[in-house]
Nanobody, 118 residues
Framework: VQLQASGGGLVQAGGSLRLSCVASGSFFRNSDMDWYRQTPGNQRELVATISRGGITNYADFVKGRFTISRDSAKFTTYLQMSNLEPEDTGVYYC?????????????WGQGTQVTVSS
């Protein structure tokens, strides 16, 4: 089981980036997917979630700016980030909570760096 995150980079404030997280297999379809981030000096925090059924939730600090989506055919989760702010700078991680049956398993991607310049 692997999650491969990509799409980070350097962008000016007000700009946009789209992060992608590709899962290694069909466990994706039975997983709720999340994006977390770790900004400098802070703990890792939840940014956005999308359930197996497509229900989304967002942290207050990204509402209206970020959109999470998923493509089951491509085993991929996306995070479209718009109107980026310097405070969004950090390492972004994708996470899967897999529901194979009565238990759950958690998997993490390797992280992708997002840097927003002012």
């Amino acid at each position: 089981v692997q999650l491969q995150a990509s799409g980070g980079g350097l962008v000016q404030a007000g700009g946009s980036l789209r992060l992608s997280c590709v899962a290694s297999g069909s466990f994706f379809r039975n997983s709720d997917m999340d994006w977390y981030r770790q900004t400098p000096g802070n703990q890792r925090e939840l940014v956005a979630t999308i359930s197996r059924g497509g229900i989304t939730n967002y942290a207050d600090f990204v509402k209206g700016r970020f959109t999470i989506s998923r493509d089951s055919a491509k085993f991929t989760t996306y995070l479209q980030m718009s109107n980026l702010e310097p405070e969004d700078t950090g390492v972004y991680y994708c996470h899967a909570r897999y529901y194979p049956g009565w238990y759950t398993s958690d998997y993490w991607g390797q992280g992708t760096q997002v840097t927003v310049s002012s």
